[in-house]
């Protein structure tokens, strides 16, 4: 069974940092890509990174690049999100998130995803 438990939420001044983790077990998939999303409230869940675990192919969303950075540790079977420079507009809750489908049609949805964690919260003040 596929467990998914994300850590390192938080209070956080604008400007400042923080590193989020997502550790994966239960996995037996060869391929599949573990997302980040974030939602704050009243809006829906946005699509923040995700990482390629065959590949380590990485993809960003528009509004955390160059500022969010995605990356696993396979030993660990954990992927992080460092998140630097940090905007009131990022707080949100944050989820991570797999999907091994064979065809994934926008990696940015989070329909195509199956396997959710149970969310880390952070919280930026201005």
């Known amino acids: 069974q596929v467990q998914l438990a994300e850590s390192g939420g938080g209070l956080v001044q604008a400007g400042g940092s923080l590193r989020l983790s997502c550790a994966a077990s239960?996995?037996?998939?060869?391929?599949?890509?573990l997302g980040w999303f974030r939602q704050a409230p009243g809006k829906d869940r946005e699509f923040v990174a995700a990482i390629s675990w065959s590949n380590n192919s990485t993809f960003d969303a528009d509004s955390v690049k160059g500022r969010f950075t995605i990356s696993r540790d396979n030993a660990k079977n954990t992927v992080y999100l460092q998140m630097n420079s940090l905007k009131p507009e990022d707080t949100a809750v944050y989820y991570c998130?797999?999907?091994?489908?064979?065809?994934?049609?926008?990696?940015?949805?989070?329909?195509?995803?199956?396997?959710w964690g149970q969310g880390t919260q952070v919280t930026v003040s201005s």
């Open positions: 239960g996995v037996t998939f060869s391929r599949f890509l």
């Open positions: 998130a797999i999907t091994a489908r064979a065809t994934v049609v926008r990696i940015t949805l989070s329909s195509m995803y199956d396997y």
